[in-house]
């Protein structure tokens, strides 16, 4: 029985253990807590930091192949590993790269792979800077961003005096037509499956990503070449997993790559449902170098998440799943986190329609009957 | 959140709990042994024989709604706890009749629904009725039947003088054009919803239903009057839950009843992937009483048993499965059982295909690659 080590315990890796328990492979799970949507389900899990060398080693050494479904973890014992044979997917050098915003952005700009001007921040050329950018202008900080933290937009004078310090670059505010996004598979042979291009809606509030329209609604000649620069990323990382690419197309139909996830990705929750292979299956077939599944879309799609209530923190209570159950063709995803706090991604529904429309249509109605709201409300 | 207890530790539950992993339900599983299919990913689990009252009573406390997986399970705690207010669905009543055969056939009688002549056998009219009947002819244990034991073919008077003793019954022997079947499901509302009737060919060293086809060859009117018989069986049985209602077509284009398990179903597999919604989602909404999903059907499709390999007993390895990988649209579910025997069902292998022939060839195909066997061979 071939056996997979997960670093992280969230729902991605959940989603995927679900996968592995029909796959005949043995899962190993590093968690930073238990109990936690992957651990409840694994055949097997350590508990401890994401970044604690030892731990990290312990799962390592009960799996044939290791990868991770987040990647703020450890890079330096993925490169030991790495050096002593192990088998990781995406390698150390992907998340490395991928752990620091800007050494992204400097791939793509050798790669000459589009995506927007951007430069670093030193205590120097701040006011040069946003001389030179303009405002409104992003701040993104080079490292630990997740779910739209560590971007920053300075709307003003005001924001920019307030501007943070650290490893941070600014980066061209994109006037965006629309976010679109394209998952990515590729195994080690060089394989590589791409699935539809998606529409990618956010929550202002949050700057989470809230809704994603598969397939997007852009002209084709636009969504092939959305396609093929996400591939060009992925070549250009040499990655081996699956990789959730985010794009802006811009007011000018041009299209920016905005950063590469390597892992499954909130924008392919819907191909559980609505494609032939989902992101998960092909998550393990691509790190476990299988051939790669269809990425034939099945039907229109839309999915959207399901966040913790605002004013809501504590023991999760779902209210409304027998309503919510009443919307045809909606499916549920909770993930089973125990505690909810406003904003915290609780869960996703994923609908079919025979358009995006009505997909869309089904999600927010859906959505308006399930709340996740604490136990003692 | 609401709480399923389930009588039963196989692959039925945990395909159910893979479902209910998703739907915020917490299950609980009486299981005769610790580690079994659905066990490991039960949220709890209590070990002890499914006919221990204690056992059945202590799993029924933890849960809002108690089902079963297996048919062979102990019935008079169950009425026990229904008249102490425990819902269970299906009901004790409908588990009653369909654990002797010959009470099914007298209710499907009493209906005037289509079945197989039959009789049952006394010390005294075996003669008799092997003269009636003629040969061969089935005889049927009434109870404990499953997976074709119980069931037995009398083909010469030798046959005849090994007969076995218990209560049993002579059924017509049928000249079977196919082996139908058609998933039902209802909730406690009458809510009723059918799958696409199916084709089941059987194995014929161990009459288990081996490969279904979906959507069964048969001309519209055929496949029309199956669903509607299927329909009236649940409703004769006032049945809650999931149904596989397994039918004869006869060479004379005759549709006849075979038998009703209560419970998702070997023949109901498919809709994992080629149905809107998967027999085991509908399982969890039809028993908790929500709204039936979606039974339409996405694409043509096969499904095919994987059994343990002949001549292979003990730990399981299971091998050939890069290979099977290879095949499109294959989708592989293995069980997770720790051991593996002859002609055991280990997992099976769905696919999808334009065509119902095409999915048939790449389930034989990627059946071809994937084998059982036991590690020390």
């Not at 890796?13 to 328990?21: F, P, S």
């Not at 995406?90 to 430069?119: A, C, H, M, N, Y």
């Given at each position: 029985?071939?056996?997979?080590?997960?670093?992280?315990?969230?729902?991605?890796?959940?989603?995927?253990?679900?996968?592995?328990?029909?796959?005949?492979?043995?899962?190993?799970?590093?968690?930073?807590?238990?109990?936690?949507?992957?651990?409840?389900?694994?055949?097997?899990?350590?508990?401890?930091?994401?970044?604690?060398?030892?731990?990290?080693?312990?799962?390592?050494?009960?799996?044939?192949?290791?990868?991770?479904?987040?990647?703020?973890?450890?890079?330096?014992?993925?490169?030991?590993?790495?050096?002593?044979?192990?088998?990781?997917?995406?390698?150390?050098?992907?998340?490395?790269?991928?752990?620091?915003?800007?050494?992204?952005?400097?791939?793509?700009?050798?790669?000459?792979?589009?995506?927007?001007?951007?430069?670093?921040?030193?205590?120097?050329?701040?006011?040069?800077?946003?001389?030179?950018?303009?405002?409104?202008?992003?701040?993104?900080?080079?490292?630990?961003?997740?779910?739209?933290?560590?971007?920053?937009?300075?709307k003003d004078r005001e924001d920019v005096e307030k501007i943070i310090g650290g490893d941070t670059f600014?980066?061209?505010?994109?006037?965006?037509?629309?976010?679109?996004?394209?998952?990515?598979?590729?195994?080690?042979?060089?394989?590589?499956?791409?699935?539809?291009?998606?529409?990618?809606?956010?929550?202002?509030?949050?700057?989470?990503?809230?809704?994603?329209?598969?397939?997007?609604?852009?002209?084709?000649?636009?969504?092939?070449?959305?396609?093929?620069?996400?591939?060009?990323?992925?070549?250009?990382?040499?990655?081996?997993?699956?990789?959730?690419?985010?794009?802006?197309?811009?007011?000018?139909?041009?299209?920016?790559?905005?950063?590469?996830?390597?892992?499954?990705?909130?924008?392919?929750?819907?191909?559980?449902?609505?494609?032939?292979?989902?992101?998960?299956?092909?998550?393990?077939?691509?790190?476990?170098?299988?051939?790669?599944?269809?990425?034939?879309?099945?039907?229109?799609?839309?999915?959207?998440?399901?966040?913790?209530?605002?004013?809501?923190?504590?023991?999760?209570?779902?209210?409304?799943?027998?309503?919510?159950?009443?919307?045809?063709?909606?499916?549920?995803?909770?993930?089973?986190?125990?505690?909810?706090?406003?904003?915290?991604?609780?869960?996703?529904?994923?609908?079919?329609?025979?358009?995006?429309?009505?997909?869309?249509?089904?999600?927010?109605?859906?959505?308006?009957?399930?709340?996740?709201?604490?136990?003692?409300?």
């Amino acid at each position: 029985m071939k056996r997979l080590g997960i670093i992280g315990g969230g729902q991605l890796g959940k989603m995927t253990i679900l996968e592995a328990r029909k796959m005949d492979i043995h899962t190993c799970v590093l968690t930073s807590e238990y109990p936690s949507p992957a651990s409840e389900i694994a055949n097997e899990y350590v508990v401890g930091s994401l970044y604690d060398t030892e731990k990290i080693k312990e799962v390592a050494a009960k799996c044939d192949v290791l990868t991770y479904e987040i990647e703020h973890i450890n890079v330096e014992v993925l490169k030991e590993l790495e050096e002593q044979g192990k088998k990781i997917f995406p390698s150390s050098k992907v998340i490395e790269l991928i752990q620091d915003k800007s050494k992204q952005k400097e791939l793509l700009d050798r790669e000459g792979i589009p995506t927007s001007k951007w430069k670093r921040i030193t205590e120097e050329n701040i006011e040069e800077l946003v001389e030179e950018f303009g405002l409104p202008v992003v701040q993104k900080s080079c490292k630990g961003g997740y779910d739209g933290r560590g971007v920053f937009i300075l709307k003003d004078r005001e924001d920019v005096e307030k501007i943070i310090g650290g490893d941070t670059f600014f980066e061209e505010f994109v006037e965006c037509e629309m976010e679109i996004a394209v998952m990515v598979a590729r195994n080690s042979q060089g394989q590589m499956n791409t699935y539809p291009v998606v529409e990618m809606v956010f929550d202002d509030r949050t700057n989470i990503c809230d809704t994603v329209i598969a397939p997007a609604r852009i002209s084709r000649e636009q969504s092939e070449k959305a396609t093929e620069l996400a591939r060009r990323c992925v070549e250009a990382l040499d990655g081996v997993g699956i990789f959730g690419v985010e794009m802006f197309l811009t007011k000018d139909g041009e299209i920016l790559i905005n950063e590469v996830a390597p892992r499954p990705h909130n924008s392919g929750h819907y191909t559980i449902e609505a494609c032939k292979t989902s992101q998960y299956e092909q998550f393990i077939r691509a790190v476990m170098n299988y051939k790669l599944g269809s990425t034939d879309l099945l039907s229109p799609s839309c999915m959207i998440n399901i966040l913790g209530e605002d004013g809501y923190t504590g023991k999760v209570k779902v209210t409304g799943l027998e309503d919510m159950m009443m919307v045809d063709s909606a499916y549920l995803h909770i993930y089973g986190k125990k505690d909810t706090e406003p904003f915290r991604k609780m869960g996703h529904i994923t609908t079919l329609d025979n358009t995006q429309e009505g997909a869309l249509s089904k999600a927010l109605e859906a959505r308006e009957c399930l709340k996740v709201i604490s136990e003692n409300s």
